[in-house]
């Protein structure tokens, strides 16, 4: 998934979904591997959007104050 193809809502989901199959579902272990391995990797990608979103917040509201 390229940053341009990502999307946070839809990762979110994703991730319930794959936690859902984990915990719900009887899957063999390359199954169960590569979904953890989808979900850590979707997690990364939420948290970096998280974090640039902190970040913005904080100059957006770094710079208001300063105007006043």
């Known amino acids: 998934m ?3 193809e ?3 809502e839809k990762s979110i989901q ?4 794959i936690i859902s199959k984990l915990e ?3 899957t063999d272990l390359d199954k169960t591997l590569e979904l953890f391995a989808q ?3 979707l997690v990364k990608l939420c948290s970096q959007k998280l974090t ?3 970040k913005k917040i904080e100059m ?4 208001d104050v300063k105007e006043n």
């Open 2 to 4: 390229t940053r341009k």
């Open 6 to 8: 990502f999307n946070f």
């Open 14 to 17: 994703k991730i319930e979904d």
């Open 24 to 26: 719900n579902e009887t």
């Open 39 to 41: 979900g850590t990797e």
């Open 52 to 54: 640039e979103t902190k």
């Open 60 to 63: 957006i509201t770094s710079y």
